[in-house]
C-alpha cells in the first residue's frame, strides 16, 4: 500500500510498504478513505518530537472502511464506516473507566520510554513517535487499529467524510480545551491561535455558552475564518497591536475568564532523539518556544483558567510562574479524551450547530502529500487545513 | 546459608517480646516499598521461609520505624541482584492470584521466562532464556502460599541460578483496583558472573520486571498485550 | 523591600483603637488577622478570592508588568504587595479590619490562634484545591509549618493517606506523630521512586508544593530586587514543582502553595501535558478558611499550637530568625510576644 513515512527532518515521503495485518484479538484493518495532515504532524515534520525512526508511518486524523476485524472484536462488522480517535484507548483500565481516555494504562507498548521523560506513561497514539507507542499512522491506504472495538466509532447515514473527519482529532480537541476552561454565562474566552484547533475551540467555547471569545493570531485568513466561520466576537492581530493590552481593554480591564493556547510549540529543529536522551541525562535544556504560554499566563484574568490544547512536548524556560501563583491561575492541560466526545459532538453535526469541514482549505492525493507539507508549514496559499482523499 | 538466616528469624521471634521478627518480616513483605531495599544482609528466601506459615500482617512500612531504619542503614556486601515493583491493575485479587498462582501462565507476560512446568501442588520446573541463545532451568517449590493474598516460591537446593520471590495483592484504596507488588531475587551461582545473571534479568532488571507487570496488567485488563511488532513501515 | 520596613504577617492581638467606619470590632477585642488584605467588596472577595482582592494594593501598578493585572496587599511582604507595615511589632494598622480581624472565640490561647492567621489556612487552601476524593493518595512537599497543617487538613478533608516529603528528622517526625503521615526523606531515596512504589505503581493522586514558604522573605527580596532592575530572572525553586509534575499520576491535581514570584526555568510542560494534568495555585483566601478553623479549634477538633518549638520575647526575633532559617534547635515555628 501507499503510505506517507518519516524519513527524516523535513522529509517524508510517499512509498510502498506492506500492507497491515492483524497482531492482536481486538485489532482491526481500515481501509482509508479521507485523512488529514494536522498541526501537530508539523512538529513531526520539523524532526521535533523525539524517537521518531526513519520509516515510520505518519497520520493520526483518519477514517475509512472495516476490511479485516480480529477475533475479539464483536460490535462492529466488515465494511462498516467508521472514525478512528487519534488516542488508543483500551476501555478496560481505571482511566479510561473513568472517561480520561487519553491517559489509558495499556495501549502504549513502550511505556517505558514515556515513563522516563514524563514518570507515567499515558495512551499510545497513532504516527507520532515512539514514545507514545510507535504506533503505524493513518497517512496510507490502510491501517491498524488496535481496541477496535472501543476506538472505532460508526459513522450516522448521511453525513460525508468532510464532514465528520475531524471529530477524529481537532474539533473534540478544540472542544475539551473550551471544555476545561470551565465557561459560566458572561464569560469572555481568549483563544490564542486561529489554526483548526483555535477554530474549533471558537465555535466550541459558544456552545458551551461563553458570551464573548476573542480570536488571536498574526495571519489575517485566519483571523478572517475566526470572525466569519467560527464566530469570534472579536479577532486581534498581534503583529498589530499589544494582546495583552488589547484584551485588558476590551474586557474593561478585567482580564479574559479563561486563555485558551492554541499555538503550542513551535519548531527549533532538533534532533528526534534528544529529548529523550537528553531528559534521561537530566541535562539541562529547553525544547518548546512557549511565547504564547507566556502571554496568556499573563493576559488572564485574576481566577481564571488558562486551558492548554496545544502540544508541548518538553522542557519549557522562562514561565511567568510569579504572575500565575499571584492570580491564582488554574492550569488545564491534556491530550484529548477523544472518546470521551464523540457521542455528543456527532448530534451537534447532525443537529447542523456545526459543520466541520469549514477549516478545509486544501484537499489532495496521497501522492501529493510531501508537496502539501511545505504547504501548510509555511502557510502559504492561505493553507488552514489539508485532507488527503484516498 | 539462606535456612540459617530463617533459623535465626524464627529463633530472634520467639524471644522479642515487643514485636516477634515473624510479624516483622510479615510487615516487610506486607508493607510498602523501600524497606527490602534497604535489606542488605538477609536473602530474600531467609525471610520468605522465616514468614512461611504464619499469618501476614498487613503493616505499612512505617509501622515500625526502628526496623526501618535499622534494615536502611544496615550494610553488608549483597550479591543478590533484588528487584521490586508494584502495579495497580483493575481486577478483583482473586482474579490476578488465580492467574498467577498457575505458574504455567507466566511465560504469557515474563519474557526471560521460556516455560514452567507445574510438577506437582508445590512443585514446578523453569526454564529461562540466557545469553548466547541459551538456557538455564531450575526446580522451584512454593514456600508460601495464601489465596488472594500472596504467592512466595524459591528455587530448590543446588538449582543452577539460586533465585527466589513473591507477589503479593492487596486491595488498592477506594475503587481503584488490586495492587500487585513482585519482588524477586537472583543470586549469583558459583562460577556464573554477575554480568550473565544481569543479561538473563535484563540489562536493567527494575524495568525488565516493571515491563512484565505492565504486559500482566495488560493481559488481565485488556485481554492482550500492546504490541507494534510486525506492523506495517517504511523498509 | 526598602530598608525599615516592618516585616512580619501572621499575627493575633488585641484591637486598641478603630476607625469610624468600622461596625463589626471594638476595643478590647481578641482577634486573629489574615495575612492578606482585602476590602470585602470588589467582586474577588465577594467570591471568597481574598488574595485576588481589587481594591487592597496601593502600589498595584508595580505588580501588572509582571503579573498581568493586581492582587491584594499582605502585611509586611514587600511593595510589591503594598508595602504595608508588618505586625512583628507591638501594634500594627489593619485596613479593612471589618473583614480582615476576626474575633478569636472564648477558650483559645494565642498559641493555638495564631497559625490560623496564615500557615494553617494556607495548608487547608492547599489541600482543598486538591478536590481530594475518597481514597486518595495526596502527596506533600515540605514539612514546615505550612506542610504540617497540609497533611492535617488533607487528613480532615478525606485523604486516605497523606506521604510527607522533607529532608530535615524532627519535621518529618512531627508529620508522622502529629498527622499520622507516612514519610519520605528524599535525602535518603528518590522521591519520585518511592512514591511510585507506596501507591501502588499509580503515583500520588495529588502533590502539594508546601516548599519555601517560611523562607520567603529572603527569596523574595531577591525576586524584586531582580524585577526592579528588569533583569532576567528565574529566581523560585522550581525544582519542587518538577519533581511534583513527573511524580503525580495520570489526571491527578498539582496544588502549588509556594511561593513564586518571578519565572521558571527547566519546566517539565510535556510531561504535565502528556498526563493531563490540573494545575491550582495561589495565595491563600484567608478570610475564606479562618473561621472555620477557629470553629473547629474552639470544639477542639484541632488544636495548631503543636507547631510551634520555640518561644522568644520580640527583642530576640534577629536570633530568631537566624534559628528559624538555618533549623537550628529543631526549630519548626518560632511565636514572637512583644
Not at chain 2, 100 to 116: A, D, I, R, Y
Not at chain 3, 29 to 48: E, L, T
Not at chain 3, 178 to 198: C, F, H, P, R
Request: glycine share 10%; charged share 25%; hydrophobic share 40%.
Amino acid at each position: 500500500m501507499k503510505a506517507v513515512c518519516w524519513r527524516g527532518a523535513k522529509d517524508v515521503r510517499v512509498e510502498n510498504v506492506p500492507d497491515p495485518k492483524i497482531l492482536n484479538p481486538r485489532d482491526a484493518i481500515v481501509k482509508i478513505t479521507s485523512t488529514a495532515i494536522c498541526g501537530s504532524d508539523l512538529h513531526l515534520y520539523d524532526g521535533f518530537i523525539p524517537s521518531m525512526m526513519s520509516g515510520d508511518i505518519m497520520g493520526h486524523e483518519f477514517m475509512g472502511e472495516i476490511v479485516e476485524l480480529g477475533t475479539g472484536v464483536k460490535n462492529l462488522s466488515i465494511g462498516d464506516r467508521v472514525i478512528v480517535p487519534f488516542t488508543i484507548s483500551c476501555g478496560s483500565c481505571y482511566s479510561c473507566k473513568t472517561a480520561q481516555w487519553s491517559l489509558c494504562d495499556n495501549s502504549n507498548p513502550n511505556a517505558f520510554m514515556a515513563e522516563a521523560l514524563y514518570g507515567y506513561s499515558a495512551a499510545g497514539l497513532f504516527g507520532y513517535s515512539h514514545i507514545f507507542g510507535g504506533y503505524a499512522g493513518g497517512q496510507a491506504e490502510y491501517a491498524r487499529v488496535p481496541f477496535a472495538d472501543v476506538g472505532l466509532y460508526k459513522v450516522p447515514e448521511g453525513l460525508t467524510d468532510d464532514q465528520v473527519l475531524f471529530l477524529s482529532d481537532i474539533f473534540p480537541t478544540g472542544y475539551m480545551a473550551a471544555e476545561n476552561c470551565n465557561i459560566k454565562p458572561g464569560d469572555t474566552v481568549a483563544i490564542w491561535g486561529c489554526g483548526p484547533v483555535g477554530q474549533f475551540a471558537i465555535r466550541s467555547a459558544f456552545l458551551l455558552g461563553a458570551e464573548r471569545v476573542i480570536a488571536i493570531d498574526r495571519f489575517p485568513d485566519r483571523l478572517k475564518m475566526a470572525k466569519e466561520q467560527a464566530g469570534a466576537t472579536e479577532v486581534i492581530n498581534y503583529e498589530e497591536v499589544d494582546a495583552g493590552e488589547a484584551l485588558k481593554e476590551m474586557t474593561g480591564g478585567r482580564g479574559p475568564d479563561s486563555c485558551i493556547d492554541a499555538v503550542g510549540m513551535e519548531a527549533h529543529g532538533t534532533g528526534p532523539d534528544y529529548l529523550y536522551d537528553k531528559a534521561k541525562q537530566a541535562v539541562r535544556l529547553e525544547t518548546d518556544r512557549p511565547t504564547a504560554l507566556r502571554q496568556v499566563i499573563v493576559a488572564c484574568g485574576k481566577g481564571g483558567t488558562v486551558s492548554i490544547p496545544g502540544v508541548y512536548g518538553g522542557i519549557l524556560d522562562k514561565i511567568p510562574f510569579g504572575a500565575a501563583f499571584n492570580k491564582g491561575l488554574t492550569m488545564k492541560m491534556g491530550q484529548t479524551h477523544v472518546h470521551k466526545y464523540l457521542d455528543p459532538l456527532m448530534k451537534h453535526i447532525q443537529n447542523g450547530d456545526i459543520d466541520p469541514s469549514f477549516v478545509i482549505t486544501h484537499r489532495i492525493s496521497i501522492d501529493d502529500a510531501p508537496q502539501a507539507y511545505e504547504t501548510f508549514k509555511h502557510k502559504k496559499d492561505n493553507c488552514i487545513k489539508v485532507v488527503i482523499k484516498l | 546459608m539462606e535456612t540459617e538466616a530463617g533459623k535465626i528469624n524464627q529463633s530472634q521471634a520467639e524471644t522479642d517480646e515487643t514485636i516477634s521478627d515473624k510479624e516483622r518480616w510479615a510487615s516487610i513483605v506486607g508493607g510498602s516499598a523501600m524497606v527490602l531495599m534497604g535489606l542488605q544482609q538477609r536473602s530474600l528466601r531467609g525471610i520468605l521461609t522465616a514468614i512461611a506459615g504464619g499469618g501476614l500482617a498487613y503493616h505499612g512500612a512505617t509501622a515500625d520505624k526502628s526496623l526501618q531504619d535499622k534494615v536502611v542503614d544496615a550494610t553488608g556486601i549483597n550479591k543478590a541482584i533484588r528487584v521490586e515493583k508494584t502495579v495497580t491493575i483493575d481486577k478483583s485479587a482473586e482474579e490476578l492470584y488465580n492467574y498467577w498462582h498457575n505458574f504455567e501462565n507466566l511465560p504469557n507476560f515474563m519474557k526471560h521466562v521460556k516455560s514452567v512446568q507445574v510438577l506437582d501442588m508445590r512443585r514446578s520446573h523453569w526454564v529461562a532464556n540466557a545469553p548466547l541463545g541459551q538456557t538455564i532451568e531450575w526446580d522451584a517449590d512454593i514456600i508460601n502460599d495464601q489465596p488472594n493474598q500472596l504467592i512466595a516460591w524459591a528455587s530448590e537446593e543446588g538449582a543452577q541460578v539460586d533465585n527466589s520471590g513473591f507477589v503479593r495483592f492487596s486491595p488498592a484504596p477506594s475503587d481503584r483496583g488490586t495492587e500487585v507488588k513482585v519482588v524477586m531475587e537472583y543470586n549469583v551461582p558459583g562460577g556464573m558472573v554477575t554480568a550473565a545473571i544481569a543479561k538473563l534479568f535484563g540489562e536493567e532488571p527494575e524495568q525488565q520486571i516493571g515491563d512484565e507487570l505492565r504486559r500482566f496488567k495488560q493481559l488481565m485488563e485488556t485481554g492482550e498485550i500492546a504490541t507494534t511488532e510486525g506492523q506495517s513501515r517504511g523498509q | 523591600m526598602m530598608p525599615g520596613d516592618i516585616i512580619g504577617h501572621e499575627f493575633v492581638g488585641e484591637i486598641v483603637e478603630t476607625g469610624r467606619e468600622v461596625k463589626t470590632l471594638k476595643k478590647g477585642d481578641r482577634v486573629v488577622v489574615s495575612s492578606m488584605i482585602s476590602c470585602g467588596q470588589c467582586r474577588y472577595c465577594k467570591h471568597q478570592e481574598w488574595s485576588l482582592c481589587d481594591n487592597s494594593n496601593p502600589k498595584g501598578a508595580l505588580q501588572e508588568p509582571l503579573f498581568g493585572f493586581s492582587t491584594s496587599g499582605i502585611y509586611g511582604y514587600s511593595h510589591l504587595f503594598g508595602g504595608y507595615a508588618g505586625a512583628q511589632a507591638e501594634y500594627v494598622r489593619i485596613p479593612y479590619a471589618d473583614y480582615g480581624a476576626i474575633k478569636i472565640p472564648e477558650g483559645l490561647t494565642d498559641e493555638q490562634a495564631l497559625p490560623i492567621s496564615d500557615a494553617f489556612p494556607t495548608g487547608l487552601m492547599g489541600a482543598d484545591l486538591c478536590n481530594i476524593k475518597r481514597g486518595d493518595i495526596v502527596a506533600v512537599w515540605g514539612c514546615g509549618p505550612v506542610g504540617q497543617f497540609t497533611i492535617r487538613s488533607a487528613y480532615m478533608l478525606g485523604a486516605e493517606r497523606v506521604i510527607a516529603i522533607d529532608r530535615v528528622p524532627e519535621r518529618l517526625k512531627m508529620a508522622r506523630e502529629q498527622s499520622g503521615a507516612d514519610t519520605i526523606n528524599y535525602e535518603e531515596v528518590g522521591a519520585g521512586e518511592a512514591l511510585k512504589e507506596m501507591t501502588g505503581g499509580r503515583g500520588p493522586d495529588a502533590c502539594i508544593d508546601a516548599v519555601g514558604l517560611e523562607a520567603h522573605g529572603m527569596g523574595f527580596m531577591g525576586a524584586y530586587d531582580e524585577v526592579k532592575q528588569a533583569v532576567k530572572l528565574s529566581i523560585d525553586r522550581p525544582y519542587v514543582i518538577r519533581q511534583m509534575i513527573l511524580a503525580c499520576r495520570k489526571g491527578g491535581t498539582l496544588s502549588i502553595m509556594g511561593v513564586y514570584a518571578g519565572f521558571l526555568d527547566k519546566m517539565p510542560m510535556g510531561a504535565a501535558f502528556s498526563k493531563g494534568l490540573t494545575l491550582k495555585m495561589g495565595q491563600m483566601f484567608g478570610q475564606k478558611y479562618i473561621p472555620m478553623l477557629l470553629d473547629r479549634a474552639v470544639k477542639g477538633e484541632i488544636d495548631p499550637s503543636y507547631v510551634f518549638t520555640h518561644q522568644m520575647p520580640l527583642d530576640q526575633a534577629k536570633q530568631a530568625y537566624e534559628t528559624f532559617k538555618h533549623k537550628k534547635d529543631n526549630c519548626i515555628k518560632v511565636v514572637l510576644k512583644p
